[in-house]
């Protein structure tokens, strides 16, 4: 009796402990302690170090908030099959999972498709094995994995730790074991090899294990390790392994290991193409700098979709490689729209919620798509609000609440795990819920209502939190508050570059529309005082910057927007230089190159009328500024001459003739008489000038080309005050 209550003693107080300790885990940790680490296929020695440091890193994390209890280990990147051939960097990985030191940290293996060889060894090794419909473990003997040696099956056996399903593991390496199952005189399951006789006769009622065939190693899909033991769920993805034990949204940890080097860039503004080539010139510098740590504040919006997935999803792409960044997106006021896409692509994401008395301070708020949903297509909602959920479950967030940010009819509803999925908690429609009702009843309850219907999604910082979205709160706006949450020391601010700097200068819109108005007043002086040549140079200069900031640096818009401002010189060229009169050629012109400025600053062409009010607007300012570049370059054209020093760019009449300077041009009247009249051009005509008509000097304009000084003319048209000449 005392033997049978000291062995009861030794097998039901570690289980206490271990039970306690998990339990006082999950009860004392929130939901953020979690780890996903990436195994690269094959294990190196290279490998098993990262890893490790990586786990230490977080596990050993003085900061509450980044210390972790939870680790989630990928043995398939990508979903592709893993196998090793060499057992050392193995075996030293699940000796590092097997330690001591990790006895209080939750190991997660997730196998996703087929692991083979010496690959096996670390998943064995961890404590829990979730394995998915494509998912297969074993063999471990295959091409290139010799039969193991006596040393590396103690490895196994170590590492595994399990005598009741030993055999389970022996039949992937050793083909002559004949697994079956049966129980001991206790009651317990436990496997044997019925081809020895010692592993035998330690169970009663041993029967074949459906699915491994005798004579050869085993291979285990899904339904047969759960079967025999080896896995104790089944997932799809890291969102469902999240949804199984009641996790956050499960993401690589980009630093591994390494010391934090932090970095903050504030986004302000509508998202679009200039925003995404500024983050990613401002990633690369960071990155030049050698910082691994790079926050977001997330002060922006606007409803380009699409350009905001285009950045999130170059951030993703950042959070990857040896240089990988972890990237934290700040919200500290709203993140509406393109910001809420913005922040899905970043590592993580961290809110404000005031501390204090209710009403002094306002919590942040996520996801407000009003403004989008306002400004588009319903077809396009519909688009997007799929692709927005498939996103969102790539970066492994509930999918469905950010379709219900986007759908106002949808209901969506936090079902709770019933019986032993009792830590299970995942977010599903009301559709959803019923379904997975009916087809597993007693499997689920309803928990609370987390989006009624009638009504779209927005979440604050305390339900983003609870629901994964947001990382961890804050409770100020500032940037230190996040390298304080994050134990970071003081954020840096990166360097993108001088040129990046001025591009952002000239985007503004009254530095556009100043850049405008004097490109027209120097074209208008251009073609109206002969000799100059400076305006012309400045209105190059001035229509090039602007294209050159607005132009996003590619796309097809700036290409469109470019050929019609182009078209339009063109088209005002002829008016001028060939054809007489203004007409519709000059006319045209104006338009596509108002037309041209105003696409230039589109990200896309306008597909509602919506888009199209900014698009009008941008043109009538132009429009506007064109106006008034031509009063100041009439304005300009009458005083320069008496500008002391810019007088000396015109030419001017010979000096004989110096009483023509202060001669008033003919009126309306006047100039019709002039029709048909003979005289002398005494400035060339380029193809503005001056004529000498008797004692009158007329300000006239050529027919086309150019006419040198003291030409004999002749007025072939009159056009009000418009006098035209021709060489005769």
Excluded at 562 to 584: A, H, K, R, S
Aim: glycine share 10%.
């Amino acid at each position: 009796m005392l033997f049978s209550l000291r062995r009861w003693t030794g097998i039901v107080a570690p289980a206490i402990v271990l039970v306690s300790l998990f339990g006082s885990v999950a009860g004392a940790q929130d939901a953020n302690s979690a780890l996903f680490v990436t195994v690269q296929n094959p294990i190196t020695s290279d490998v098993a170090t990262r890893i490790e440091n990586q786990i230490n890193a977080r596990v050993n994390e003085k900061n509450e908030e980044r210390r972790v209890w939870i680790v989630v280990l990928d043995f398939n990147p990508d979903g592709k099959p893993a196998a090793t051939t060499n057992f050392g960097p193995c075996s030293d990985l699940a000796k590092f999972l097997s330690s001591p030191k990790m006895a209080g940290v939750k190991t997660i293996g997730f196998v996703h498709a087929p692991v083979t060889g010496h690959t096996v060894l670390p998943v064995l090794a961890c404590k829990e094995v979730v394995m998915s419909k494509a998912g297969a473990l074993g063999p471990v003997v295959v091409e290139g994995v010799p039969p193991l040696e006596a040393s590396e099956q103690v490895a196994y056996k170590t590492r595994f730790n399990r005598d009741d399903r030993w055999p389970i593991v022996q039949k992937m390496f050793d083909p002559n074991v004949a697994l079956v199952k049966g129980v001991t005189k206790e009651g317990a399951p436990r496997y044997a090899d019925a081809n020895t006789p010692d592993s035998l006769k330690q169970v009663v009622g041993a029967a074949p294990v459906n699915g491994v065939q005798d004579n050869q190693v085993a291979s285990y899909p899904a339904p047969v390790a759960r079967a025999v033991e080896l896995a104790s769920g089944t997932a799809e993805n890291r969102r469902e392994i999240a949804e199984l034990f009641g996790l956050p949204p499960l993401r690589d940890d980009p630093l591994a290991g390494r010391t934090p080097d932090a970095y903050q860039w504030a986004l302000k503004g509508d998202v679009d193409g200039a925003m995404k080539e500024s983050v990613n010139r401002v990633i690369r510098d960071v990155r030049k700098r050698k910082g691994n740590v790079l926050i977001l504040v997330l002060s922006c919006g606007g409803t380009d979709l699409e350009a905001a997935r285009g950045l999130a999803d170059d951030l993703v792409k950042a959070q990857s490689g040896d240089d990988a960044l972890l990237i934290i997106g700040f919200v500290p006021e709203s993140a509406p729209d393109a910001a809420a896409v913005v922040a899905l692509g970043c590592s993580e994401i961290v809110m404000t919620k005031p501390k204090g008395a209710e009403g002094e301070a306002k919590e942040a708020d996520f996801g407000n798509f009003e403004r989008y949903t306002k400004s588009a297509k319903p077809s396009a909602v519909a688009a997007e609000r799929q692709s927005l959920r498939d996103f969102a479950e790539q970066r492994g967030y509930p999918g469905v609440l950010f379709e219900g940010m986007l759908n106002r009819d949808l209901e969506v509803v936090r079902a709770e795990g019933e019986g032993n999925n009792r830590n299970k908690r995942k977010l599903m429609t009301r559709s959803e819920f019923e379904t997975e009702q009916k087809a597993s009843p007693g499997q689920w309850k309803q928990g609370r209502v987390v989006k009624q219907p009638g009504k779209r999604l927005e979440l604050s910082a305390t339900l983003a939190a609870e629901l994964g979205v947001a990382r961890l709160t804050v409770p100020t706006t500032s940037v230190d508050e996040v390298c304080s949450a994050y134990g970071l020391g003081k954020a840096k601010s990166p360097d993108p570059g001088w040129l990046d700097k001025f591009a952002e200068f000239l985007r503004i819109p009254a530095v556009t529309v100043i850049l405008v108005m004097i490109g027209f007043i120097g074209l208008i002086l251009e073609l109206k005082v002969p000799g100059l040549t400076v305006p012309g140079i400045v209105a190059a200069v001035c229509f090039i910057m602007v294209f050159w900031s607005q132009s996003r640096f590619s796309g097809e818009m700036f290409v469109l927007a470019l050929l019609l401002f182009l078209l339009g010189l063109v088209l005002i060229g002829l008016e001028i230089f060939v054809l007489p009169g203004f007409g519709v050629c000059g006319i045209s012109g104006v338009l596509f190159m108002l037309a041209g400025l105003g696409l230039v600053t589109l990200e896309r062409f306008p597909q509602t009328w919506e888009e199209a009010v900014p698009l009008g607007v941008r043109i009538s300012t132009y429009l506007f500024a064109m106006m008034g570049a031509m009063v100041a370059a009439f304005v300009i054209a009458r005083f320069l001459p008496q500008v002391p020093y810019a007088n000396r760019m015109m030419l001017n009449p010979p000096s004989d003739q110096a009483n023509a300077v202060e001669s008033q041009l003919p009126g309306a009247s006047a100039a019709a008489e002039l029709l048909g009249a003979i005289g002398a051009s005494t400035t060339p005509l380029r193809p503005a000038g001056v004529v000498r008509f008797g004692e009158k000097f007329v300000d006239v304009v050529s027919d086309g080309g150019f006419i040198p000084s003291g030409t004999r003319v002749q007025v072939i048209a009159v056009e009000g005050t418009r006098i035209v000449v021709k060489e005769v």
